[in-house]
Each structure stands twice: as C-alpha cells, then as structure tokens.
C-alpha cells in the first residue's frame, strides 16, 4: 500500500497558458478602475489646477466654505476675497471652489 517512488514523482501540470488565464479577470478589474475612477479624478484635479491658477483681480470666487467674494488680490499661495464692503479675508488658493464669475482683460486700443 506504499505509493512507489514513479508515481510519487510525477510530473507537474502542464498549466502555463492557465496561470495567465487567472490573471485576466484581475487585469479587467485594474483596467475598470482606471477608466472610471483614475482618470475622471485625474481630470478634475487637471481642471480645478488651470482654474487656481488663473484666478486674477476682479474675479468673483466660492469658497468650499461657502464664502462667496471678489479677489481683491493675487499672491503666490493665497488670494484676498472681499466678502463684504471693507472685509476682506485670506484664502488659501486650493480652497477656492468656483469661479463664478470671470474678469475678462481690457481690449487693446488699436
């Protein structure tokens, strides 16, 4: 009843092409995470940056606290918002939600 050293040595499986086989379903599930979550995140973010970054005097701002204003002035890492005659306050600009309204530059007088 001892199992014989021929049979106890066998060969393995031939399963190359199977091992690749289970892997497909995991690489659909990246691929399905990445087109509808990574990249409309990616694109949100690439839009909100351009927005931040063109934010001039003038301009009228949301908040994500809520606040709404007119940037009185344009710093390196912050923006001045007017929220109410004569107060002003400080935010930071990645806080800045919405631009509500744009300030267009003055036409040139040819």
Same mark, same amino acid.
């Given at each position: 009843?001892?199992?014989?050293? &021929?049979? %106890? !040595?066998?060969?393995?499986?031939?399963?190359?092409? @199977? &091992?690749? %086989? !289970?892997?497909?379903?995991?690489?659909?599930?990246? @691929?399905?995470?990445?087109f509808l979550i990574l990249r409309p995140q990616q694109k949100k973010m690439r839009t909100h940056r351009d927005m931040v970054a063109a934010l001039k005097k003038g301009d009228q701002v949301v908040t994500q606290g809520g606040l709404i204003g007119k940037v009185t002035s344009v710093r390196?890492?912050?923006?001045?918002?007017?929220?109410?005659?004569?107060?002003?306050?400080?935010?930071?600009?990645?806080m800045i939600s919405q631009v509500l309204t744009v300030t267009s530059p003055a036409a040139a007088n040819n």
């Open positions: 009843m001892f199992v014989t050293p &021929a049979y %106890a !040595q066998a060969a393995a499986p031939a399963g190359g092409g @199977a &091992a690749f %086989a !289970q892997f497909i379903p995991l690489l659909l599930v990246f @691929a399905i995470m990445y390196d890492e912050d923006v001045e918002v007017e929220i109410a005659s004569g107060v002003k306050v400080r935010v930071v600009r990645g």
